[in-house]
């Protein structure tokens, strides 16, 4: 199993908490950022080409209420998000929230992530 660059964690994180609708930040603080973002980065860590990866936890969130948290890493598709929600909603599952980043990625042969960039139009390749 490879074990994540920590250099990985910050553009992640900076991601996630930059592409936040307004009200999806609320009770997100520092500590529930970097811990999601640890979790998408578990997520993304190693993806073949065409293949999502979706990882599912539960969780206590900070009032000790059971939460669950869905880290997807996919290449980016039009109507992913939506398509994703729609799932969830039609399972009677609520969002509490969704926060999407889209982010330009590098991948080795093997397809573990090499490096991470939140601004479009760097050599990477555009991952959601």
Not at 6 to 34: Q, R, V, Y
Not at 109 to 120: F, I, N, W, Y
Request: hydrophobic content about 45%.
């Amino acid at each position: 199993m490879v074990k994540p660059d920590p250099k990985l964690l910050n553009p992640i994180n900076a991601a996630m908490t930059a592409g936040s609708l307004p009200g999806e930040s609320e009770g997100f603080d520092d500590k529930a950022s970097a811990e999601a973002a640890a979790f998408m980065l578990a997520t993304a860590l190693e993806r073949a080409p065409g293949k999502p990866n979706i990882q599912i936890e539960s969780f206590a969130d900070p009032d000790g209420k059971l939460a669950m948290r869905i880290a997807i890493s996919n290449d980016d598709m039009p109507f992913l998000v939506d398509s994703t929600a729609a799932a969830l909603a039609s399972a009677n599952i609520g969002i509490i929230r969704l926060i999407h980043p889209v982010l330009d990625v590098t991948r080795d042969e093997q397809g573990v992530l090499q490096s991470v960039a939140d601004k479009k139009g760097s050599t990477g390749k555009r991952e959601s």
